[in-house]
DNA sequence: GCACTTTTGAAAAAATTTTATAAACTTTGG
DNA sequence: CCAAAGTTTATAAAATTTTTTCAAAAGTGC
């Protein structure tokens, strides 16, 4: 006699324990292509807890799948030199969108982290489905432009500012970009075709620096990105933290200044109205019509020309009162980091944005304030650095984002 | 011809995959009867992702060690009834040890937490190693008192305020516990004979209400933990977050009214100056002495009578002034958290300490705080609970600890 | 009593690890 | 400079472990 034949495909499948241990293979072996670029079986074998010929199993297999090739063989090492692989550059594109308050770039990134095509627009974020109209049009113009297959595309990132509830897929600063109770991903896959994931751009950016930049292996980092707006990324044990609706991380309406501006959000001397670059820029312009000294000066007669490059450029120059502002913005950020360390205790601070390239600038007076703010416990295993990857680290961490949630859904 | 024997104790036994799953197996039944008590083998295999037979000669080994044993057979279910298994109550006690600003405790626990001896003296916690001293005897008095068997004990749990570096094993708060470079915990092991947790007396709080209490489940709760002082316990992906160096969390000294009383870390208006229950005892004592309009005027002859609990006790009763210093203490307590709900985006947030008492007088004014210093976004998923242990979660938390670090030491 | 569930344990099947050996390369010593 | 010794990787075969399958046992409900 034979047991009852399986019931079609209405019943569960109750993936079978084998397959489960197997597909852990495949995620762990894609996942440590991807964050070490290359790798030999041995050293496969030997972080994921398997033994050799088990992972040369799992590797020949994804080599077939088009995932894996070999790159040649390792040199200098005593002994016979093991085959390296990597992940194969050639498909499993992933599109990274990049959609700020000033521009819009469209980038075609392949598995190991190489941009094959990249194209930007001035058109910016705006609250309206406009908008996303144009952003589809714009990702298939682009597409096209690129002459890429579209069956080689695995997914889609969109990094932009504003409160993200990455699980539902909304922005809720932005709610108007899609209809009510529709997340923009579903919005957005269903025209595309390929997953779409939404991630907040501070945390992009902490994720790319903890993952590619300077807090490599810190298993507690922040990353601030000072922009037109003050935006903190978290990282801890080693996972970018979104918490329990992915909002965690709003550092920007912390109270720093009693007596200072009122925000937009209703309260006064916020965080973002003090150390933003836009409120820095703000406020030099005012006190160079002021008649303050300053090689600023010259842009007496029109300040709104005043940059805040212009800013940084005067202060590599000797500039006092540039370096006095931005020492300024510095402490009072310092200040307002305190409050996230005090809570964090994290291993190193990673300050991006376009502040960033006033290094020592905006970073010592960072240093003083936490020193003051912080009690000295805190202080001992932390350090607070300047990027280092030139911009890059919101596009990696993107990338990344979009390859390890794919990952795990294997 | 037969292989080198292996060359003696001294080579690194590189330990084999095969051992590195077992081990991986035991940690995992043990944590898993641990936390849900009573369990089946199908259960068991279900949440390991093996095979029956497979858990069945893991479950078979524990019970022949003595750390697991049946008990009995489920009822109520279709089908052939499972035989149930439970963790052993007896052998592999945990001492857990709580010394507080007022008095220390000592508890012998089972495995199945439960309390088998107990035994609390006034003997508060002091910065010297006189007070080491005085734990070392009253720990070796209470396991002869106890009358239990010293290799039946497993571990030891203390918990005490203060920052404490979990790792190091020392409390930067009460530096002179120990010697200078020589942790607190190794000093306590080598006369104890073995191991010994140190933890943050908020953080096991925390970690009591996470496994047991009221956030059970939930991924991402805060626990403040109102007595004397104010501390944190924050709970991120179901662990007890601890930071880089175990110093995650201290809230206390956030300014929440700049024009407050200076705290004594050198600030003006610290969370920890308003919120916590002696200076709302203080404040009431003043204002009694002023002769405000109360029940709690019956003692204005000597205020120094008044205690948490008559302020509490009178709120109940319908006291408008008890009533209203509980609201002003809560509200500035919202205030405060709203900064850290701001940073975590927490699920649920559970008050414990003595001022869990006051329930609704206490958790109405936090929630009212937080609706109004927190965005929206933030409140919709969270909750505000008083704790249900009666006090338990501190010492729950701390077994679970201790337990947990066991298990993973394995 | 019969149909249906679920657990349990033994045997068969499959997968994985370990062991052994060959291959590829470096270093050392004559 | 070449051969021998020592390393390390790759792969095939053996041993072991683990999973799957199957049938029996122990229940519930109609």
Redesign the pocket.
């Known amino acids: 006699?034979?047991?009852s034949p399986p019931l079609g495909d209405d019943v569960a499948p109750k993936r079978?324990?084998?397959?489960y241990?197997?597909n852990q293979?495949l995620r762990g072996v894609l996942s440590h292509l991807y964050q070490e670029e290359t790798c030999?079986?041995?050293?496969l074998?030997e972080t994921l807890?398997?033994?050799?010929?088990?992972?040369?199993?799992v590797v020949e297999e994804l080599v077939e799948s088009g995932w894996v090739r070999t790159t040649g063989?390792?040199?200098?090492?005593?002994?016979?030199?093991?085959?390296l692989f990597s992940l194969n550059p050639n498909g499993h594109y992933v599109i990274v969108l990049d959609s700020s308050t000033h521009d819009t770039c469209f980038m075609l990134v392949n598995p190991l982290r190489q941009v094959v095509f990249r194209r930007c627009v001035d058109t910016h974020l705006e609250n309206n489905a406009q908008f996303v109209a144009f952003l589809l049009s714009f990702v298939q113009e682009s597409i096209e432009e690129a002459a890429v297959n579209k069956d080689d595309i695995i997914g889609l990132g969109l990094a932009i500012p504003g409160l993200i509830d990455a699980r539902r897929g909304i922005n809720l600063t932005y709610p108007n970009l899609s209809a009510p109770n529709e997340p923009l991903t579903t919005c957005l896959e269903e025209q595309l075709g390929f997953p779409v994931y939404l991630i907040n751009d501070s945390k992009a950016t902490a994720l790319g620096e903890n993952r590619f930049g300077g807090g490599q292996g810190k298993k507690h980092a922040l990353s601030i990105n000072i922009d037109w707006g003050v935006g903190l990324g978290i990282i801890l044990n080693g996972e970018v933290f979104q918490g329990a609706s992915g909002f965690a991380g709003e550092l920007g309406h912390i109270q720093v200044d009693p007596e200072g501006e009122l925000c937009y959000c209703g309260k006064v001397g916020c965080l973002d109205t003090i150390t933003s670059a836009s409120s820095l820029v703000r406020r030099v312009q005012r006190a160079v019509q002021e008649g303050c000294m300053s090689k600023l000066a010259v842009y007496q007669n029109d300040v709104s020309q005043i940059t805040i490059n212009h800013v940084i450029e005067a202060a590599y120059a000797g500039d006092s009162f540039a370096i006095d502002m931005l020492h300024d913005t510095g402490y009072q950020l310092g200040k307002g980091l305190s409050v996230a360390i005090n809570l964090f205790n994290p291993e190193i601070i990673i300050v991006d944005g376009v502040l960033a390239q006033a290094s020592t600038f905006i970073i010592n007076p960072i240093e003083q304030a936490i020193t003051k703010y912080c009690l000295s416990g805190f202080r001992n295993d932390l350090t607070v650095e300047a990027t280092q990857l030139n911009g890059a680290a919101k596009w990696l961490g993107t990338h990344a984002y979009v390859m390890e949630n794919l990952f795990a859904s294997i």
């Open positions: 006699m034979i047991a079978s324990v084998v397959v241990k197997k293979k030999t079986l041995a050293q074998a807890y398997t033994s050799v010929p088990s992972i040369t199993g063989t390792a040199t200098g090492n005593n002994g016979r030199r093991p085959v």
